[in-house]
Nanobody, 124 residues
């Protein structure tokens, strides 16, 4: 049963922007930290950004820091990832995940609900 669904991916030119969304189905994440991970072809899944349950704390990977903004709307059970100044190396499948608790973690083992991903492709 799909409980997290990502959307907003697509093909963009380098320097462009995308806003990814993650919507919950039949579950809530209002009391849980949320995160975005990504996986490029031939590479391991890596941390991108995370946000605490209240939205008061955020964390970003060095590779996207300054170019990305994670946010959430608990009333809508939705989390977002705004990505600006996109680079070809940002090309990957992006996954939304719900944490096991309300604290931020950069380790995928700290998350127990996952979406099926949305493809982001950045052309040079």
């Amino acid at each position: 049963q799909v409980q997290l669904v990502e959307s907003g991916g697509g093909l963009v030119q380098a320097g462009g922007s995308l806003r990814l969304s993650c919507a919950a189905s039949r579950i809530t994440f209002s009391s849980f930290a949320m995160a975005w991970f990504r996986q490029a072809p031939g590479k391991e899944r890596e941390f991108v950004a995370a946000i605490s349950w209240s939205g008061g704390s955020t964390s970003y990977a060095d590779s996207v820091k300054g170019r990305s903004t994670i946010s959430r709307d608990n009333a809508k059970n939705t989390v977002y990832l705004q990505m600006d100044s996109l680079k070809p190396e940002d090309t990957a499948v992006y996954y939304c995940a719900r944490a096991r608790g309300n604290g931020i973690s950069t380790n995928s083992l700290g998350y127990n609900y996952w979406g099926r991903g949305t493809q982001v492709t950045v052309s040079s």
